[in-house]
């Protein structure tokens, strides 16, 4: 009651002195979330617009006056919570929302780095998040501002008191589930994806009324399992042991851990699945659908538009995650609805995006040694047939290849950035293999369901990060900036003409977007896996980005995590401005 | 703590500043002699009139055994009707331990509460009239009840079991015919001063009757002890076989039990 009053006071103490109450309690509409990759206030989406290009139209900022770009504050997630941070900060009427590792959130007042609320989720001993305790980002909407946490929670809470709303179990984090992304909010519908890939889960798309968090549909991912529409039973996903033999689609993973993208011009959504669970592709042949996919989705109701499927019958963990970024692609004359996704397979998909169709597919790393092309007639791989990791059968261990890309990805989940302005994607890619090979394996609720070892190293001996500027038109890369230690950060790219990204070294980067010269940096002390963003604020040109290294390289690196083993964590969002002349 | 409070005492006086100014001069003296009250006056009651009254009685030990779970009773009885009760613990790092609401029951409430040090232990009832009736005593403790870890985890699936209720009521009894309840709610209760633990509490329950009528209404803050335990005396409608206890904590978990009422001849017609 005391605390309650106090807030009261503060509130109308703000209504009446600064004249901005109504907007600023009432929050971000559908449309203005829609229309956010377009605004410069504000950063309101992961994505910066739900079609998730990761573009501003700030023009102050370029080449030449970005080396004028100065921190103004810095502020700390506290605790000894130091792990991975791989948040994008939502920005909204001068408060910068961010998540932090161990299903943390605060808000800070975007002018001054002052924390206004926190939010620590109390988090059960038994969670499973398979790659690190990170969180990729909240989603704002009206009143409220939601996030996932890594026991498997949907919380939705005031953004103004950063007290709890509601909160919603979305799966048991006892088997194996967790939640890790961003959610998306469409026409009212909160729309989250599951992790929890390596235990057997059933990866999941759901919507919620963003309103009361109750369920509105939920289409698994992995065919034979059955969706639900408005609390009944709606249709089945795919069709039943079509491409799944037995029972093993109960277990079948295809997570969409890393949740999505909507594009409003074709009203879809896009979901990434990940890799087929277990690892050992022996164990089920055929397709394995839908895994290692990408589904369009009606918001609706949850029905599949299409499928494209990158990796048929995943066999080295090549998940297919990745965000599928809506674009326009202007080629002979003709403008094209497309969708760009960099693969962790080691392929840069261009599909039309009203029907799954394959555009082009062309390498946007060295090597590939698991298919020798995507086939542009029926958008199927060609596979090396003797890169696939032998059977064990009874064995207890079956034939070792090595394997380009490795298992964590030509690219991971940090997302790509796409300037209409140069017409180039920009994308984090790493440049590493694999030895892996099959073991057996049964399921068991709550453990680890591979099948597999594995085992990272390096290609070159100078480097791993890439970043490149990749030709939707044509496929070739147009210019790459080299980095030693993996890439494990988010893309934003500038009106400007500019590409920022961040290193495992500390440095926040920023790159010529036309020729891929360095132009700027700035070291944040740990190491930048999060996704940078900027805005307009007052007049002056604002970027914000996670510092604090961590997430899956040091755990599951290999001969990788032995090379990035010295850097040293941390936990902060920093600010920078490019100030007035 | 002290900055939390003081920012709250600054703006309670700075609402209150001209109407205190005007008081009349005869404001009780604590009879406890707490060097917090002036503070917890202005902050819990502003300009509303207070009593030090030795109808309101509070049931505590002398000298507490176990600083995390010191029993606690205040009994408002006396004044006839009460509609709000305020548990206070002057010298604890969150002095209010809870806000009761004895909406169809009697203005009587049993708890547990962690005391960090030797503290006054009061409770305040506001009767109809505005006025707030103020009793209590003083426990000593050896202290550090609040910054002592929650032995639910020494349980690895403390988890699990958050939210479970354990109840039992009693039949009606006396001339009022009140039942008494006693519930206690599985729940670590962290107060937030425990490094790495973040703030996780209890901070709502209600109890209904069958006819969905509410009897007693609870405001929980941090002071109280983890696995709380309560006990209160309440009007059921004639015809209730069950109370229902509804609650959530700061987290947004939800609590939800039914608890039998005893079978008493002639009760259901």
Redesign the interface.
Known sequence: ??RLF?TG?LASAMAVGLGLSVANAAGPTNDDLLNDAKSTGDVLTYGMGHQGQRFSPLTALNPDTVKKLVPVWSFSFG???QRGQESQPIVHEGMIYVTGSYSRLYAVDAKTGEKKWQY???L???IMPCCDVVNRGAALYKDKIYFSTL?ARL??LNKDTG?????KKTADYQAGYSATAAPLIVDGKIITGNSGGEFGVIGMVEARDAETGELIWQRPTIEGNMGTLNGKESTMTGKLNASWPGDLYKTGGGATWLGGTYDPETKTLFFGTGNPAPWNSHLRPGDNLYSSSTLAINPENGEIKWHYQTTPHDGWDFDGVNELVAFDLKKDGQTIKAGAKADRNGFFYVLDRTNGKLINASPFVSKITWAKEIDLKTGRPVYNDDNRPGSPEAAEKGKSVFAAPAFLGAKNWMPMAYSPATELFYVPANEWGMDIWNEPITYKKGAAYLGAGFTIKPLYDDYIGALRAVDPKTGKIVWEYKNKAPLWGGVLTTAGNLVFTGTPEGYLKAFDAKSGQEVWKFNTGSGVVGSPVTWEQDGEQYVAVVSGWGGAVPLWGGDVAKMVKDINQGGSLWVFKLPKA | MTPRLL??AV?AAA?AGPALAAEPAQEPLDPLGSVMWDVLRA??FGKAPIVFDERVTVSAPDNAENATAVPVSADASALGVVEEMVLITDLNPFP?VL?YHPVAAKPVIGTRIRVQQATPVRAAARTPDGVWHIGGKVVDAAGGGCTAPPVTYAA?????HVGEVQARAWAPTGEDKTSRVRFRVRHPM?NGLI??????FIEKLSLRDADGKELARL?TLEPLSENPVFTLDVKPGASSRALTLTGRD????EIEAVISLPWVQGAVQ
Do not use: C, F, N
């Open positions: 009651m005391k106090r006071l605790g000894e919570k620590d989720h109390r059960p001993e038994g026991d919380v939705a007290k709890v709303v509601w909160s | 920012a709250t703006i609402l902050d819990l209010v806000r690895p699936d403390w988890a699990d962290d490094a790495g633990i973040p703030a996780y405001e700061t987290q947004g978990g």
